[in-house]
């Protein structure tokens, strides 16, 4: 008597299959995805005897990953991608981004800005991300038309801006914002207070009282440059981190960007307190931060998740090259080519930002019951062959190009390296539009850029 088959939405047979809970890597395997939820992970020939699968996706010279997580960017800020170059980073941020934001920012742009950003990041198989910026509806109503998950951050800073006029404020709209989203399992939400030397005492405590109200993590940047450490101890006589500990944010729950200057002291602290950190090697180059201490954070036991931040600082929202960069400056900078190994950049690329994100139970590995949010990348090219370990290839060959297919809770949203979405020609009449709005010309009176 022939066994009954059941059925399923969708089968997924690999070459390779790096699950991420494990450093295993599962050969000629195959996933099975029913409900946007993973089924099973079998050997392919036991998948074709028990399943009758409604799609199915043969993947001969791929390696099926989870979907990539983003644990820090401002999606938006893609408009502004290379809009003020090869600048340090106060003055990149006080004499040219923040003014252009002053002039143009508006839902329309945030939304436009997003898209895009999503676009791009769904075709580097980048399935979440968590954002900080203003307008938070028109980012996760962007994030929504693509099918991406994301976590929208509630940002708090105390100057105005066209979005909103004080801490208070911002919050406040984000709160609405979030109750507007609450059905949507792709929309999460984060208290996201912009960094210490933008944020008071008294708004820190209130997110720190809306975050054990709400179960909702805080996404905060620090410790991003040495001015920023020698302003908070003429100011506070502490640094930020010592700061914001005394004041009760650091936990479980708390996501440190950047992270760059830290004393053994400080990397102790937040191990002990379960702290997160969101590593962004690229902008940390480019606006000569510095080098954040990875291998020894790994080595305390941190949890550590890869960030692009915005692309207006990278300038390009691609975890594959932050994958590779990060192994490659924690090597450099240690002296010892044994840390970061390849199977340790993929889990800070995948699970540990899920776990940041508190999202760990739900995405990040390719484990039975979590949602099938899975990214495919194709090995088969002649640039990478040959192939000995598709995990090495994954951080130090391929390259966000090499992505076939991107799934988010079992729906395809990229599909032979082409959007599932047909939205394109208007995003790129959109994008034009801003180039437009946002083109900076010579000021006549200086050798600094305006917005005209």
């Known amino acids: ?22 450093d295993l890597v599962l050969k000629n395997h195959a996933v099975a995805v029913n409900n946007g939820r993973i089924l099973a992970v079998l050997p392919t020939s036991e998948a074709r005897s028990r399943f009758l699968a409604a799609e199915r996706v043969t993947l001969d010279e791929h390696i099926l990953i989870p979907g990539l997580v983003n644990l820090h960017t401002h999606a938006a800020m893609t408009l502004l991608r290379g809009i003020a170059d090869d600048l340090p980073l106060r003055e990149w941020l006080q004499e040219h981004i923040w003014p252009a934001e002053a002039e143009h920012i508006s839902s329309k742009f ?22 900080m910026y203003f307008y938070p509806e028109a980012a996760a109503a962007a994030a929504a038309e693509y099918g991406m998950r994301a976590m929208i951050g509630i940002t708090a800073i105390e100057f105005p801006t066209p979005y909103a006029s004080d801490a208070d404020d911002y919050i406040n709209k984000g709160l609405a914002i979030r109750e507007m989203w609450l059905d949507n399992l792709l929309i999460g939400f984060c208290l996201a207070p912009h960094a210490p030397y933008t944020v008071s005492d008294i708004t820190f405590e209130r997110v720190l009282t809306l975050s054990e109200q709400l179960d909702l993590p805080i996404h905060c ?28 944010l650091l936990g479980p729950g708390f996501i440190g960007v950047h992270a760059v200057h830290l004393t053994e002291s400080e990397l102790e602290l937040i191990a002990a307190t379960g702290s997160s950190i969101a590593h962004c090697p690229t902008s940390n180059l480019k606006l000569a931060s510095g080098f954040a201490p990875v291998a020894r954070m790994r080595q305390l036991g941190i949890n550590v998740g890869l960030g692009t931040d915005g692309a207006a600082s990278n300038n390009r929202l691609d975890l594959f090259s932050e994958m590779r960069l990060a192994a490659l400056i924690a ?15 993929l889990r800070m690329a995948t699970l ?5 994100l508190g999202l760990g139970n739900e995405i990040g ?42 799934w988010v809770a079992g729906k395809c949203c990229v599909d032979n390296k082409s959007l ?28 600094v850029l305006r917005a005209d």
């Open 420 to 447: 599932a979405n047909s939205a394109q020609n208007d995003l790129d009449a959109a994008i034009a539009l801003w180039q437009n709005k946002l083109e900076f010309r010579p000021n006549t009176s200086s050798d």
């Open 1 to 22: 008597m022939t066994p009954t088959l059941e059925n399923i939405d969708l089968l997924i047979e690999a070459r390779w299959i790096a699950t991420v809970d494990t």
């Open 352 to 356: 540990n930002g899920a776990i940041a």
């Open 221 to 248: 940047h620090i410790h991003e440059t040495r001015h920023e450490l020698e302003e908070s101890q003429q100011t506070y006589q502490e640094s930020p981190i010592e700061r914001l500990n005394g004041l009760g």
């Open 331 to 345: 090597k450099g900078v240690t002296g010892d080519a044994a840390v970061l190994p390849a199977h340790e950049v």
């Open 110 to 131: 945030v939304y436009d800005g997003t898209l895009l950003a999503c676009a791009e990041m769904l075709r580097g198989g980048i399935t979440c991300f968590n954002d």
């Open 365 to 406: 590995s390719i484990t039975p019951g979590k949602a099938a949010d899975l990214c495919a990348v194709h090995l088969g090219s002649l640039e990478t062959k040959p192939c000995f370990d598709p995990v090495s290839h994954l951080v130090h060959v391929a390259g966000r190009e090499s992505v076939s297919q991107v």
